[in-house]
């Protein structure tokens, strides 16, 4: 079965635990509904990265509370970028799934949506 990847980001006002959690299901639950047929049981891997402002909770954390337990998942640091989008959350989902590459919706909430707009979902229906 073909792995795809599932890209999507999200930014915070401060950094704050409950913030970082709370966006990062957010963005999380943004992707599963723009997406309805993944399920966690599907996923190879979770990789979040935050900018180096976002140091008070493990975004994965947020994934666990959603009872993502069984998914290989792991936090890194954004590369500091001068002119970067400051306190964002990143994430790339590795997909066990059938469905082609061009099927798969990206999802970047908040001001993340100037990353990529060129993939950005904001209609989900």
């Given amino acids: 079965m073909p792995v795809r990847g599932v890209r999507g980001a999200i930014d915070v006002s ?7 959690l709370s966006a990062t299901q957010e963005l999380l639950s943004a992707i599963l509904e723009a997406n309805p047929t993944l399920r ?3 996923l190879a891997s979770g990789l979040f990265t935050t900018t180096e402002d976002l140091s008070a909770a493990y975004p994965a954390q947020a994934a666990r509370e959603m009872s993502w337990d069984a998914v290989p998942m792991i936090c890194s640091r954004e590369i500091p970028v001068p002119g ?13 799934t059938d469905l082609p590459q061009h099927a798969i919706r990206h999802v970047y909430l ?6 990529r707009p060129d993939l950005s979902v904001t209609d989900f229906s």
């Avoid at 401060?14 to 970082?20: A, Q, Y």
């Avoid at 970067?84 to 066990?96: A, E, F, S, T």
């Avoid at 908040?110 to 990353?115: C, D, I, N, T, V």
């Fill in 14 to 20: 401060d950094n704050r635990s409950e913030l970082i």
């Fill in 40 to 42: 966690s049981e599907d």
């Fill in 84 to 96: 970067g989008l400051p306190r964002c959350i990143r994430v790339l989902l590795q997909w066990n």
């Fill in 110 to 115: 908040g001001s993340a949506a100037s990353l």
